[in-house]
C-alpha cells in the first residue's frame, strides 16, 4: 500500500496524457536509464529488506527508541526526545515509520514473494514470510487494526481498508507455519544476498536450519502475544520453543552494521547527530544494584568514579548521566530481530504458567541470563554463582524475576513493550509522575498516521495513546 497523494495522482494521469500523445514521435526507450532496473534479482531484494527492516522498523530511532523512552531505557533530556518521555508523540511524528514500513518493506517482501513463487525457489519465500510476519507483526502490535489482506496494490486501491488485529494475528501465524514448512524442504538454493544469515560455506542446508529456528522462535513470540485472548497461549508457546527455536546465541536472527560512512547503525548516527536522549535512571538503578555486569556493553561511565554509572531522572536535562552503549549505540552495533536469550525467557515464562513450582524454571532463567552475558562478552561466573543464590530466594515473585530479566536482556528492544502491556506491568515500571507529561499514565500504542488519516477514510478515528489494542484485552474483562 502506498499512500499516494491527490497531486502526486494528478501528475501521473498528465504523464500519461503527454506520454500518450508523445508515443507517436518520440522513440520512449530512447532514455532508458541502465543504472534504474525495471526488475531486481531476489539476491538483491534480500539484502535491501533486511538492511531497511533493520534500520527504519525493528531498530528504529521512530519506533524501538520511542518505546524505550517509555520503558525507561532512555530518558529524553532536550527536544523531541524530551516530549516523547512526557508522551507528547503526534500522528504526524509517526509517518515516516508507517510509510516505510509499507511502502519500504512490505510491497517489497510481496515482490520477493512473487519472484520466489514464480521460481518454486523455497529459500527465498521462507525469508519472505519471516519477514513479512515480522514486519506486520510489528506494525499491528504498535497500532492494532492496519491494513493488511487488501493492501500493496497500488493505484488499483488507494483508499485501503483497515484489517482488524484479530484477523491479522492468524495470518501472521500461517506466514510462520509455511515458512517452517518451506525450510523444512528439500533441496534448498542457497541465498547469496542474505546478510542475516549468511553462510560462510554457502551452505544451503546450514542457512535454511539457521531460518528455520528463527521461524519457530518467532512464532514462539507472536503466539504468546495472545496470552490475554488465549489462556493456552504459554502451552503452544512452549512446544514451539522446544520444537525448534534458537538453540544457541549463534543462531540469534541480527542485523550487522558496518562502521563506515552510509553503513552505520541507526541509534549510532541518532546520538552523533542529535544526542538527545540518555540512560534513564529506573534502568541504570536497575542494573546498579543487581551489580549487573551488563553495565559495561550497556551504557557508557561517567566522570564520577564513585557512582560510574547515572541514570536521567524525569525532567532532567542529563549533563552528568551516563548514554547508551556499545551494545546498542556504536557505529556497527548490531540490530537484534530475535535472540537465543529471548527464547530462554520465553520457556522460563511458559514453564512458569504451566507449573511455577517447575525446577526447570530457574534453570532457564539462568540459562537466559548467561546467554545474554555471553552475547556482550560480559560473563562472569562468580556473577552466576551469585544470582543462583539468589533465585533460590525467589519464590513469590519469581514470574516478575523472569520478566525483569527479559526485560534487562531485550534492552532497546520494542519487544519489551509487548510484553510490558501483555503482562500487565509486571516488572513494575512507573509512570512518568511530572506536569509536563500529557497523562501520568505509560502509553500503551501509537497514533495513527497523519499521512494515512488524512489520505484514507478508513483509517480508525477518536484513537489515543492510552486505548488499547485488542490482545492487550483481557478476554470479557475489557482490560
Avoid at 97 to 106: E, H, L, Q, R
Avoid at 386 to 412: P, R
Wanted: charged letters at 20%.
Amino acid at each position: 500500500m502506498k499512500n499516494i497523494r491527490f497531486k502526486f495522482i494528478g501528475v501521473l494521469l498528465l504523464m500519461a496524457l503527454v506520454l500518450g500523445s508523445c508515443k507517436k514521435w518520440i522513440d520512449t526507450g530512447m532514455n532508458t536509464n541502465p543504472d534504474a532496473p525495471k526488475d531486481v534479482p531476489m539476491s538483491s531484494l534480500v539484502p535491501a529488506i533486511e538492511a531497511n527492516m533493520a534500520y527504519t522498523l525493528i531498530g528504529s530511532n521512530d519506533y524501538s527508541r520511542v518505546t524505550s523512552e517509555w520503558m525507561q531505557y532512555y530518558q529524553g533530556i532536550a527536544r523531541q526526545s524530551q516530549g516523547e518521555s512526557n508522551y507528547i508523540w503526534h500522528d504526524g511524528d509517526v509517518d515516516n515509520v508507517w510509510n516505510t514500513a509499507y511502502a519500504g518493506i512490505m510491497e517489497n517482501l510481496v515482490i520477493l514473494t512473487s519472484k520466489a513463487k514464480a521460481t518454486n525457489d523455497k529459500m527465498n519465500l521462507g525469508i519472505a514470510d519471516v519477514l513479512m510476519a515480522e514486519s506486520i507483526g510489528f506494525v499491528t502490535d504498535i497500532w492494532g487494526d492496519v491494513p493488511y489482506s487488501q493492501a500493496f496494490q497500488g493505484l488499483a486501491q488507494l483508499n485501503t481498508p483497515f484489517d482488524k488485529q484479530q484477523d491479522i494475528y492468524p495470518k501472521i501465524l500461517s506466514l510462520l507455519d509455511d515458512a517452517i514448512a518451506n525450510f523444512s524442504s528439500t533441496p534448498l538454493v542457497y541465498e547469496i544476498g542474505d546478510l542475516i544469515y549468511p553462510n560462510a560455506g554457502e551452505d544451503p542446508a546450514a542457512q535454511g536450519a539457521a531460518w528455520l529456528k528463527a521461524a519457530y522462535g518467532m512464532k514462539a513470540r507472536y503466539t504468546l502475544h495472545l496470552c490475554k485472548q488465549d489462556a493456552t497461549s504459554w502451552s503452544k508457546a512452549l512446544v514451539l520453543i522446544n520444537d525448534g527455536a534458537l538453540a544457541s546465541n549463534d543462531d540469534d536472527m541480527q542485523f550487522a552494521f558496518g562502521a563506515n560512512v552510509g553503513q552505520q547503525n541507526p541509534l549510532f548516527q541518532f546520538m552523533d547527530q542529535r544526542g538527545d536522549i540518555a540512560m534513564g535512571k529506573p534502568f541504570i538503578d536497575m542494573l546498579n544494584l543487581r551489580q549487573d555486569p551488563r553495565r559495561a556493553p550497556y551504557a557508557t561511565i561517567t566522570a564520577d568514579t564513585a557512582n560510574p554509572y547515572v541514570g536521567a531522572g524525569w525532567g532532567s536535562t542529563g549533563e552528568d548521566a551516563s548514554l547508551p552503549g556499545s551494545a546498542v549505540a556504536a557505529p556497527n552495533s548490531v540490530v537484534q530481530f530475535l535472540t537465543y536469550a529471548e527464547c530462554l525467557f520465553i520457556k522460563a515464562e511458559c514453564e512458569y504458567q504451566a507449573n511455577s513450582k517447575d525446577p526447570q524454571i530457574k534453570l532457564d532463567i539462568i540459562a537466559g541470563l548467561t546467554a545474554s552475558l555471553n552475547k556482550w562478552s560480559v560473563y562472569n561466573a562468580a556473577y552466576i554463582i551469585g544470582y543462583t543464590a539468589y533465585l533460590d530466594t525467589v519464590t513469590a515473585t519469581l514470574y516478575k524475576e523472569i520478566m525483569t530479566q527479559k526485560y534487562i536482556a531485550l534492552y532497546n528492544q520494542a519487544e519489551t513493550f509487548n510484553d510490558w502491556r501483555r503482562t500487565n506491568n509486571v516488572i513494575g515500571l512507573a509512570a512518568n509522575p511530572t506536569i509536563s507529561a500529557v497523562e501520568n499514565v505509560i502509553p500503551r500504542r501509537f497514533p495513527y498516521s497523519l499521512g494515512e488519516k488524512s489520505y484514507n477514510s478508513n483509517t480508525p478515528v477518536n484513537v489515543t495513546l492510552w486505548n488499547n489494542v485488542w490482545w492487550d484485552v483481557v478476554t470479557g474483562k475489557g482490560k
